[in-house]
């Protein structure tokens, strides 16, 4: 089991910065590939960035130069750097763990998400 609980979301302006966290406990981190999606109103949740255990990052093609996925495994922490924050940013942001094992058994959990809401 891998308990999730992300922090910092919260109130920005318009072409603010936020930094949101999501520490995990329960676990072995380092094997997880870990995500950070969002759900905004009405949409469907929708994957914002992700990163391997490896390091390797892919982005969405709305946050890709504005947002940075980064991870510390010594503090089972993954990490999402949002800068120049635009309004339709404005979703409920979940952390998510995911691992397959070599039985093609797959792990995935969830986070209780943040609120991150851009507006002036």
């Known amino acids: 089991q891998v308990q999730l609980v992300e922090s910092g979301g919260g109130l920005v302006q318009p072409g603010g910065s936020l930094r949101l966290s999501c520490t995990a406990s329960?676990?072995?981190?380092?094997?997880?590939?870990m995500g950070w999606y969002r759900q905004a109103p009405g949409k469907q949740r929708e994957l914002v960035a992700g990163i391997t255990s490896g390091g390797s990052t892919k982005y969405a093609d709305s946050v890709k130069g504005r947002f940075t996925i980064s991870r510390d495994n010594a503090k089972n922490t993954v990490y999402l750097q949002m800068t120049s924050l635009k309004p339709e940013d404005t979703a409920l942001y979940y952390c998510n763990a995911y691992y397959k094992s070599t039985s093609d058994y797959a792990y995935d959990y969830w986070g209780q998400g943040t609120q991150v809401t851009i507006s002036s």
């Open positions: 329960g676990s072995i981190f380092s094997i997880y590939a």
